[in-house]
């Protein structure tokens, strides 16, 4: 028993010393350095250096390397662990602090190795723990991955219990990117997950530095996570989405919005997103479809949308479309993007009228606009094929663009280049590369090319060739090419080439040739160490080249070193050159300039015969002559009136040219000044003119400059004195003489405000003498002229001064007229020439003024009284305002073209703004007086209304009436025309008529003068005027007519009369009878000129009444001859003409000769006027013969010797003419054609009357 209890003791013993020994064992591994040391040391593929510590507690080391021998190495610099074992009493681990300074892992290349499934969903595990993990601190630097970059930096701190994680901070950072999650997970189930996420990225980029900043809340489960983010830094945008991580493919739905997306912070404010919105939807296996839409931030926006679909081996754009209100739009479509074996895009562009200038505000339209363009491309690789179809609009019309496009991203080659337009077309190809500078090389073939296009009266058609190929680089620009034209330009043939070449620095034209019609230009030129040109034209019809042009102009030209010291000659000479539109014609132009080394030469151009608008220059020449610092230029010009020479020497000198104008001579007006002292002349080398004091003479006339500045600013210093106003005769009106002399002076500056100075003219004491019309009332008042006899009234004034002060602010002006008989006037303006419509202020004043001073201007006979008054002036220069009254005393005015004469007139006119209230009164002849009354305004062009009243006015139209009138009438003036109303009565008076003037006879109303534009209708004339005549007596006595005027007119507009006049106890004497007028009226009833006569004369014998009868219109009466009772046309005119029967054949002869010469003196008038017109003189008609051989003859002088008859039969076909010349008064040489011809000496002698 003892033995088994001693057994049984050791059995007990032995595992109880077991376990201690273990404990010992482990406590001695766990608790102490040496025991953690070997631990580590004897596991497998361990390897620990530098540890310290106990693996209970805290320990420590340099590094830990682990290995499994099949390729997998993990490396983890610095490790410490310190973790507490006392918690384990409590069922949790307690980690307080797990860092490592890095961490490397480096893993073995599976190669070919099966992957994972990844078609199946993942199904997640449900975990839990029965003990509770805190981890306090978990902190680990750098992680990499064979060698790659996984992370910088991870930290964490959180709880582990059960089947709930609570993660209290979960720290990443990787290079730029750091991130922040917090937040709680359940592994059960699918995982609920709620938890914080925040992230920023440092931005390195210059166009947007800053960091990014997004915070994210992720709630649902792993398996449906649902995640809301906000981006606030640099951008603001919020993304919410749901992903599903465990599905195959990931699948996920997402959106982002931002109500203002700025790309970079400089970005142009137009091209800022506003109400963005972007939304995918799909998986990793099938991609994500994208839809989204924003709008420009342009004025008004612009909407644009994307739609397309995106997977990891590329993108399908349905479109891309910015789209405004008006459908313009640009758009992108029908797009593919695949990076899976390189880079390759293709896809269709489309523009249609987009408004990119919205995009780009700042910049102006171009003249080129892009109507419309398709653009289908394709990108593979660096090379890229496409087709461009163009539609554009020019400021000549549209333009459309073709081409097939080429290439990669150092060449492009466009195919099938096609350009055209309504100007014409051009088609060809173009390589362009870009490689080490650019290089290419062109071939276009041009058609249709109409110049019109630009140049209107180019009309026409051109075709050709352009070549062009070169390149540019390093060694600078190197290219050569040739154009090649012909057509039609202006109906002219055209035909031009041309050939270049470049190389660097220098160039050279080969050859320039060119025909249009008969006109020819050869040339060359070339650019290498100098610059050298030759150049021929040969343009003998300048018609061909432009419309208006005319004439002949040959050219050559030869120049070598253009540009630094040039050489050569220049030619040119002309004839009957003319520029119809400016009316310019030269006679003959012929120049030459020769230019020699040190910039010496000589130039001399001569002309004859210029006329320009009217004006005409007889001859001009320049001649300059000499070198760059010495020369001499001369200009002469001769004119129909006036003659000019100039001549000056100088030199450029130090940038500037300096000499001085040494001579000149000025004839015009029977003036001939002279240059008395030369003016110095600088042009300095800012463009400065400076002319220097000098003077001109003639006579004792003297005109001097003081030193002047004339550009850029003016400094003017003119003094004139002497000059004689004698010369101003031409100007003046011939019946006024003005002999004195004038004095003036004008100091004027120009500068950026405007004119500063002043200006006087003063003819000091003196007259003006009026030439007197004959007047029997002055006669005595004149002086008369010893070389003509004719008769001056002088006016004497003792004071004519004008003088004017230019400010910026104001123009003031001041003019002074005053004699003692003469009176005085004066007139003080200021006009401010700066304000709209230049305000004026000022006074006009005139005392006891003389008014014959403006009579010769009036062109009447007598012009005669005082004028008084003052006005003030305000308002602007276009409109005055006045303010004032004038007054008119012992007014007189007389002319013979008058008929009426006005004696002590006096007018008295109110002026108030721009209206004048005007009354007046005035005598005529013995017992004539009469009134006016009224108003007068000009503000809306000139306006008058008068009442015009006159008692017993005597009225002469000489030598035809001498009336007494009674008038009373209204004339009204305005835009409307004239108007009279009123009623004018002729009561007593007499008309005697002798004889019609020439301008009785009237123009025919569809006369044509050729050359002569036809006369604006005058002045409308409106009239309600009554005119009674004869209450008293009107005697009338004319062309054998006798008796009284009686009757009554209404004139109404356009001289339209309604009304009668009649001839009472008319008399008529016709043949050398008196005839009673039995009925005489005329009849008004439309054109004043055109009444309806009814005139009958009669002589009774016995018991016969024969008479002669006018009717119908005034301008073509009917006569005709009539009896009571009824006979033959013979009779009655036999008893009109001898007061009885005819009694045999001498009567019928005097009767037909009598009817004939009453047709014959009707046509009178109308016969000299048909002479006139067509150069005969004194063209008469009269009869000849007697019987049946009676005939008309019209005569007249081609000449003073020379006449011509010409006869026609009125009762036999025998025509008959006949040419005379006059020797002397008695002998004649004559030449005749008609039933026989001869030729004629007549001697004529008168031996006077029988009984003489």
């Known amino acids: 028993m003892r033995v088994l209890g001693h057994v049984v003791r050791i059995t007990l013993l032995v595992p109880l010393v077991a376990l201690a020994l273990a404990l010992l064992v482990v406590g001695w591994l766990l608790l102490t350095e040496t025991g953690g040391r070997w631990a580590l040391d004897h596991v497998p593929g361990l390897r620990v250096e530098g540890f310290e510590g106990a693996l209970a507690s805290d320990w420590r080391a340099r590094s830990l390397v682990y290995s499994n021998g099949q390729g997998m190495r993990l490396a983890v610099e610095q490790p410490e662990l310190s973790w507490r074992p006392s918690c384990l009493f409590s069922v949790s681990l307690c980690v307080d602090n797990l860092s490592a300074d890095g961490v490397a892992i480096a893993l073995p290349d599976t190669g070919d190795a099966e992957s994972p499934d990844t078609d199946a969903a993942i199904t997640l595990p449900e975990i839990s723990t029965p003990f509770s993990v805190e981890v306090a601190r978990l902190d680990v630097g750098t992680i990499t991955l064979n060698d790659s970059l996984i992370l910088d930096h991870i930290g964490f701190s959180g709880v582990f219990s059960g089947s709930r994680l609570t993660i209290g901070a979960l720290d990443v950072e990787r290079e730029a ?120 931030n342009t004025a008004p926006e612009l909407p644009l949308s994307v739609r397309g679909h995106v997977d990891t081996q590329g993108a399908v754009v349905e479109h891309i ?107 060809g190809k173009a390589d362009i590369a870009w490689v080490d500078g650019i290089s290419w090389n062109t071939r276009l073939e041009l058609a249709g090319i109409s110049p019109a296009r630009w140049v209107a009266p180019m009309h026409g058609e051109l075709s050709g060739l352009l070549r062009s190929q070169g390149r540019s680089g390093d060694e600078g620009l190197q290219a050569d090419g040739d154009l090649s034209l012909a057509g039609s330009l202006r109906g002219q043939a055209l035909w031009m080439k041309t050939a270049a070449e470049l190389d660097g620095n220098q160039w050279r034209v080969r050859e320039l040739e060119a025909m249009f019609g008969d006109n020819r230009l050869t040339g060359s030129a070339t650019q ?111 004119h129909p009136d006036a003659k000019l020479r100039l001549s000056a020497a100088g030199g450029w000198q130090d940038g500037q040219w300096q000499g001085q104008l040494d001579g000149g001579g000025v004839q015009a007006v029977e003036q001939h000044w002279l240059m008395t002292t030369p003016a110095s002349l600088l042009v300095d080398a800012t463009g400065s003119v400076a002319l220097g004091s000098h003077c001109w003479g003639w006579n004792d006339a003297q005109l001097c400059a003081g030193d002047q500045r004339l550009y850029p600013e003016q400094h003017l210093e003119l003094a004139l004195n002497n000059f004689p106003t004698e010369v101003l005769r031409g100007v003046l009106p011939l019946d006024m003489r003005w002999r004195e002399r004038l004095n003036g002076a004008a100091r004027i500056s120009m500068t950026d405000a405007g004119p500063q100075g002043s200006v006087w003219l003063d003819a000091g004491a003196g007259k003006v003498s009026l030439r007197q019309i004959l007047d029997p009332d002055d006669l005595d008042a004149a002086e008369v002229d010893p070389e003509t006899q004719e008769r001056w009234v002088p006016l004497v004034y003792d004071a004519f001064r004008v003088e004017a002060r230019l400010t910026p602010e104001e123009a003031e002006v001041n003019a002074r007229l005053s004699g003692p008989e003469l ?142 009138v009674f008038p009373d009438m209204r004339v009204r003036y305005g835009p409307q025309g004239l108007n009279v109303t009123g009623r004018v009565d002729v009561p ?56 009284d005027l009686t009757g009554r007119l209404r004139l109404t507009d356009d001289m339209t009369a309604n009304g009668e006049l009649n001839l009472d106890n008319g008399r008529y004497e016709l043949y050398g009878q008196d005839l009673t007028i039995r009925r005489a009226q005329l009849l008004f009833s439309g054109p004043l000129d055109r009444p309806y006569l009814d005139i009958e004369a009669i002589r009774t014998v016995d018991e016969v009444v024969a008479g002669i009868r006018l009717t119908g219109p005034a ?13 033959s046309e013979q009779e009655a005119l036999s008893y009109l003409v001898l007061g009885r029967p005819l009694q045999g054949e001498g009567d019928s002869y005097a009767m037909e000769r009598a009817a004939i010469g009453l047709g014959l003196a009707q046509a009178a008038p109308v016969t000299r006027e048909i002479g006139e017109k067509v150069g005969i003189e004194d063209l008469q008609l009269e009869t000849e013969g007697r019987g049946d051989e009676t005939s008309v003859v019209a005569s007249g002088y081609l000449t003073e010797r020379l006449s011509v008859r010409y006869g026609v039969g009125l009762f036999e076909p025998v025509n008959r003419v006949a040419l005379r010349y006059d020797l002397s ?17 007549f001697y004529q002698r008168d031996f006077g009357k029988p009984g003489e």
């Open 321 to 427: 479309n910015i789209q405004d209100e008006q459908d313009r739009y640009l758009r992108a479509h029908d797009g593919a993007v695949s990076w899976t074996d390189g880079l390759e895009v293709s896809g269709v562009l489309d523009w249609s009228r987009f408004p990119w200038l919205r995009l780009f505000p700042d910049l102006e339209a171009p003249p080129v606009a892009l109507e419309r363009a398709g653009l289908d491309f394709s990108l593979r690789g660096d090379r890229y094929t496409g087709v461009l179809d163009a539609q554009l609009f020019t400021p000549g019309g549209p333009v459309g663009l073709k081409t097939d496009l080429e290439g990669n991203f150092q060449k492009i080659r466009l195919d099938a280049l096609s350009v055209a337009s309504a100007d014409g077309r051009a088609f």
């Open 1115 to 1127: 301008d073509e009466p009917r006569a005709e001859i009539f009896s009571e009772p009824t006979m």
């Open 823 to 964: 009176g005085q006037f004066r007139a003080d303006l200021n006009v401010d020439p700066n304000k709209p419509g230049n305000p004026l202020n000022g006074e006009i004043a005139a005392e006891n003024f003389d008014l014959a001073f403006v009579r010769p201007f009036l062109d009447l006979e007598t012009v005669e009284g005082r004028l008084r008054g003052n006005a003030s002036l305000s308002g602007v220069l276009t409109s005055p305002q006045v303010q004032g009254s004038i007054q008119l005393e012992e007014g007189r005015l007389l002319d013979q073209r008058l008929p009426l004469r006005f004696d002590a007139l006096s007018l008295d006119a109110v002026i108030d703004g721009t209206q004048a209230d005007i009354t007046g009164e005035w005598r005529s002849g013995e017992e004539g007086t009469g009134t006016l009354d009224g108003q007068a305004s000009w503000d809306e062009g000139p306006r008058a209304d008068l009442s015009l009243t006159g008692d017993k006015l005597p009225v002469s139209v000489e030598p035809f009436a001498r009336v007494t």
């Open 988 to 1043: 007593r008076g007499s008309v005697t008529i002798e004889s019609l003037p020439e301008s009785a006879t009237g123009v025919s109303e569809d006369e044509v003068i050729v050359g002569e534009e036809k006369e604006s209708r005058g002045l409308r004339l409106g009239m309600d005027l009554v005119v009674v005549i004869g209450e008293e007596r009107v005697s009338f006595n004319g062309f054998g007519v006798t008796g």
């Open 177 to 296: 990117l750091s991130a922040g999650l917090d937040g709680t997970v359940r592994f059960e189930g699918d995982w609920p997950v709620d938890a914080g996420l925040e992230l920023e990225y440092v931005l390195s980029g210059e166009d947007y530095p800053g960091t990014l900043a997004l915070t994210s809340g992720l709630t649902g489960t792993v398996a449906e996570l649902a995640v809301s983010a906000d981006l606030t830094a640099p951008w603001q945008a919020h993304l919410a989405g749901v992903v599903e991580p465990l599905k195959p493919g990931v699948p996920a739905d997402a959106s982002l919005t931002s109500a203002r997306f700025q790309a970079t912070p400089d970005l142009q404010q137009s091209l800022i997103l506003n109400q963005v919105m972007i939304h995918a939807q799909g998986n990793l296996d099938q991609g994500w479809q994208v839809a989204g839409n924003a709008h420009l």
């Open 1225 to 1241: 008064r008695r002998l004649y040489l004559e030449a005749a054609s008609g039933l026989a011809s001869s030729l004629d000496i």
């Open 528 to 638: 290498t160490d100098s610059l050298a040109a030759r150049m021929e034209l040969d343009l003998p019809v300048l018609s061909q080249l432009w419309t208006g042009l005319s004439g002949d102009v040959n050219a050559s030209l030869d120049a070598t070193d253009l540009v630094r010291e040039p050489q050569g000659s220049l030619s040119v000479e002309g004839s009957d050159i003319g520029y119809e539109p400016t009316e310019l014609t030269l006679e003959s132009i012929n120049a030459s300039a020769t230019l020699r080394e040190a910039l010496s030469g000589q130039a001399r151009i001569l002309w004859q015969g210029l006329d320009v608008a009217g004006q005409r220059i007889d001859s001009g020449e320049v001649h300059a002559e000499g070198n760059q610092q010495n020369h001499e230029v001369s200009v002469s010009v001769s």
